[in-house]
């Protein structure tokens, strides 16, 4: 495993992080790309007390922008050419009235934007064989997530690369929940069923 220094909201950053890939690859191509890095809000008074949307946007929708759109010629050269953003539930309009109490409103407004960036991605790049991908991780015991959370990082990240190493063009544009067994019929909003989640 090689680790590469890279700030995703600086695009100089990121330029410099693709020719440090492209070298360690060596002629060969990418075949996954994960966007995983996040931040979110509290706002106790909610839309009033939201002052962070432009930072909180800035990381959430328009870096994953950036990033995947530096590495789409070494995922070209791939043989999987398969992109995941990780979103949240909490980014899901249809479920919008279960996650009421949870005032993070920028975080939420941020990952409907980036469910929305990863259809238009997968919409524009269908014919040459791409696979995008939202997929969310589960509520887990992150920095952003707390001790509070319903699963330890491990099993999220397991459940994860369960979906991408399954994932296919044909689930290209698809938003999709992890699986755990035991938490299918959960009672309240966190249930992690493997299923696609509402747009």
């Given amino acids: 495993m090689q680790i590469i220094k890279l700030d995703v909201t600086d695009e100089s950053s990121v330029k410099d992080g693709v020719a440090a890939v492209e070298r360690q690859l060596q002629g060969k191509g990418l075949d996954y790309l994960v966007n995983n890095a996040g931040v979110s809000d509290w706002s106790p008074t909610g839309l009033e007390g939201m002052d962070n949307l432009n930072e909180t946007f800035n990381v959430n929708v328009t870096a994953p922008h950036l990033v995947s759109r530096a590495f789409l010629p070494l995922l070209r050269k791939g043989e999987k050419k398969t992109v995941i953003n990780i979103s949240t539930t909490l980014g899901s309009i249809a479920m919008a009235d279960a996650f009421r109490p949870l005032l993070s409103p920028a975080y939420k407004i ?29 509520w887990l015991r992150t920095d952003l997530g707390g001790s509070r959370a319903d699963l330890p990082v491990e099993v999220g990240a397991e459940r994860v690369l369960d979906i991408i190493q399954k994932a296919t063009p044909e689930q290209n544009g698809k938003f999709v929940n992890i699986y755990v067994p035991g938490w299918e019929t959960r009672e309240g909003p966190d249930q992690y069923d493997g299923n696609e989640i509402p747009w």
Avoid: C, E
């Fill in 110 to 138: 941020s990952k409907a934007a980036l469910n929305m960036l990863t259809v238009q991605y997968a919409q524009q790049y269908a014919k040459d064989g791409f696979t995008f991908l939202a997929i969310s991780p589960g």
